[in-house]
């Protein structure tokens, strides 16, 4: 009532989310961490009626402190597209772009494999689940990295509208968006597919159809896909204390599926146009 001058308004509950619904509209109410991150996206998103929206409040800011946290105040959309036909749209971004680039995947990946090397060193012993299978997934993030390296460093790329991860709720949230190649998305989407167990090999046939005749860069798609961030993100909330160490087991126990899934692609791939091949996945 006070920054935005909603009166009557009810609040519940959804997927763990605290949802405002003022007149006839729904609202999310989120904390924020980094400022100049949301201030980028703020400006990319200006333009776009698929995204939520920023409300400012009464000083006309969109940052509203609550108890020493900032927060930011959104309207939902609700939109109907297929997600994967939004997912092949390109956005050119013409707004200046520092906080939010991740297009050096090189980079980021070589320090993230050499951070998780170091720490699993200060963490070892603390949780066995973490020292029984860390070294399986930085392989994979270093066969990604070489992968990446020899067949797609020095390609055309373009940079676009993408997202921190694929998931249900949150394509359309601010607070998910970053830049990058699109071949990012698509990456992540293919891995959402595999993790929430919504695959289905005749909807994978279709998916890659779409992608070699949309023209969209398959080498750089299959790197995306052999970097594990699914691991990484559920190590992450284990050693902040987000998640219990259990919850790895869910990855853990479906490895040799997802090798097989990445080999099934790669196959199908190759049956359009040249890959690189991983022979290690191959059966």
Same mark, same amino acid.
């Given at each position: 009532?006070y920054?935005?001058?909603?009166?009557?308004i009810?609040?519940?509950?959804?997927?763990?989310?605290k949802l405002?619904?003022?007149?006839?509209?729904?609202?999310?109410?989120?904390?924020?961490?980094?400022?100049?991150? /949301?201030l980028e996206?703020?400006?990319?998103?200006k333009?776009?009626?698929k995204?939520y929206?920023?409300?400012?409040?009464?000083?006309?800011?969109?940052?509203?402190?609550?108890?020493g946290v900032?927060?930011?105040?959104?309207k939902?959309?609700?939109?109907?597209?297929?997600?994967?036909?939004?997912?092949?749209?390109?956005k050119?971004?013409n707004?200046?772009?520092?906080?939010?680039?991740?297009?050096? *995947?090189?980079?980021? *990946?070589s320090?993230?494999?050499?951070y998780?090397e170091?720490?699993?060193?200060?963490i070892?012993?603390?949780?066995? /689940?973490?020292?029984e299978?860390?070294?399986?997934?930085?392989?994979?993030?270093?066969?990604?990295?070489?992968y990446?390296e020899y067949?797609?460093?020095?390609?055309?790329?373009?940079?676009?509208i993408?997202?921190?991860?694929?998931?249900?709720?949150g394509?359309?949230?601010?607070l998910n /968006?970053?830049v990058?190649?699109?071949?990012?998305? /698509?990456?992540?989407?293919?891995?959402?597919?595999? *993790?929430?167990?919504e695959?289905?090999?005749?909807?994978?046939?279709?998916?890659?159809?779409?992608?070699?005749?949309?023209?969209?860069?398959?080498?750089?798609?299959?790197?995306?896909?052999?970097?594990?961030?699914?691991?990484?993100?559920?190590?992450?909330?284990?050693?902040?204390?987000?998640?219990k160490?259990?919850?790895l087991?869910n990855i853990?126990?479906?490895?040799?599926?997802?090798?097989?899934y990445?080999?099934?692609i790669?196959?199908?791939?190759?049956e359009?146009?040249?890959?690189?091949?991983?022979?290690?996945?191959?059966?």
């Amino acid at each position: 009532m006070y920054y935005y001058n909603f009166n009557n308004i009810s609040v519940y509950k959804n997927k763990n989310k605290k949802l405002i619904r003022y007149k006839k509209d729904i609202y999310i109410f989120e904390s924020v961490i980094n400022k100049g991150e /949301i201030l980028e996206a703020y400006n990319i998103l200006k333009l776009e009626n698929k995204y939520y929206k920023i409300i400012l409040n009464k000083d006309q800011s969109i940052f509203t402190p609550y108890n020493g946290v900032d927060y930011i105040l959104m309207k939902t959309t609700n939109v109907k597209e297929n997600i994967f036909n939004i997912l092949l749209e390109e956005k050119k971004i013409n707004t200046p772009i520092k906080l939010l680039n991740r297009t050096n *995947w090189s980079f980021l *990946w070589s320090n993230k494999i050499d951070y998780y090397e170091y720490q699993i060193n200060h963490i070892k012993g603390k949780y066995p /689940i973490i020292d029984e299978s860390i070294q399986y997934f930085i392989g994979l993030a270093e066969t990604a990295l070489s992968y990446y390296e020899y067949n797609c460093k020095n390609i055309n790329k373009n940079i676009t509208i993408c997202h921190r991860r694929i998931y249900d709720d949150g394509y359309f949230n601010p607070l998910n /968006i970053i830049v990058d190649y699109k071949e990012r998305d /698509i990456g992540e989407f293919l891995k959402y597919l595999f *993790w929430y167990n919504e695959e289905k090999h005749e909807n994978i046939d279709k998916i890659i159809e779409m992608l070699i005749s949309s023209n969209k860069n398959m080498n750089l798609i299959y790197s995306r896909m052999l970097y594990p961030s699914f691991y990484f993100d559920v190590y992450d909330d284990i050693v902040n204390s987000r998640e219990k160490p259990e919850k790895l087991l869910n990855i853990i126990n479906r490895v040799s599926e997802y090798e097989e899934y990445l080999n099934y692609i790669q196959l199908k791939i190759k049956e359009k146009i040249e890959i690189q091949e991983i022979n290690w996945i191959k059966k």
